[in-house]
């Protein structure tokens, strides 16, 4: 069965103080791996989608990166805004090739930047 | 706004009743999700939905779980003789079929409390 780790549960950090999240991933057959993030009382929002080992992707102040086992989120220079929580997902792919629908989510890991 | 929408955003209902939750995707998006959320987890699969054929359905899902999506375009999640495991928040996503089919955009969810 797929399954998604996400490490720490909670991270504080204060603002301007680097750090990484993880995201470790059981699947057979992996398609795609995505990051989202999910304010208080909203639905998660799209961030990234990262296919294969070494593909990195950035946006503003995140970093997306992927190996064969595990994804790490990367936060350079954190603001108060970025506090969220950060979820992790990944997507099989079916034997014809297409992708299945179905997203299996992490827990995620709650982020607070404190000013 | 062209986001996707999710009526009622709360319900509270006693043990035993019969709820309906409505989700209006983004108008062009063929395939429609529905999750699960609870507090301090991430986003559990319940179903989803190509145009108006229902592709998967999660095997945890109850068989007091029905969802439909008559002619494609919206969809309604009914929950027969609700029981107070089902308080959750229930996500809707929409998405197209082509492309990065992990990138679901989400509702901001409906939040159910059975008394």
């Known amino acids: 069965e797929d399954q998604v780790t996400q490490s720490p549960e909670a991270l504080r950090l204060q603002e301007g103080e680097s750090s990484s999240l993880n995201c470790s991933y059981t699947v057979s057959g992996l398609r795609g791996l995505f990051w989202y993030r999910q304010d208080p009382g909203k639905g998660p929002e799209f961030l990234f989608t990262?296919?294969?080992a070494g593909e990195e992707k950035e946006k503003e102040r995140l970093k997306a990166t992927l190996t064969k086992k595990e994804s790490f989120l990367h936060i350079t220079a954190p603001k108060p805004e970025d506090s969220a929580t950060y979820l992790c997902?990944?997507?099989?792919?079916?034997?014809?090739?297409?992708?299945?629908?179905?997203?299996?989510f992490g827990q995620g890991t709650i982020l607070t930047v404190h000013p | 706004d062209t986001g996707v929408s999710q009526n009622p955003r709360h319900k509270i209902t006693k043990r035993g009743q019969n709820v309906t939750f409505r989700c209006d995707p983004i108008s062009e998006h063929n395939r429609l999700y529905w999750y699960r959320q609870t507090l301090g987890q991430g986003p559990e699969f319940l179903t989803y939905f190509q145009n108006e054929a229902q592709l998967e359905k999660s095997r945890l899902l109850s068989d007091r779980f029905s969802a439909e999506r008559p002619k494609g375009s919206f969809s309604t999640l009914e929950i027969q003789r609700t029981e107070q495991g089902d308080s959750a928040m229930y996500l809707c996503?929409?998405?197209?079929?082509?492309?990065?089919?992990?990138?679901?955009?989400f509702g901001s969810g409906t939040q159910l409390s059975v008394l």
């Open positions: 997902a990944v997507q099989k792919g079916s034997a014809g090739g297409t992708s299945y629908g179905k997203l299996t």
């Open positions: 996503a929409s998405s197209l079929a082509e492309g990065p089919t992990g990138k679901l955009f």
């Open positions: 990262l296919y294969s």
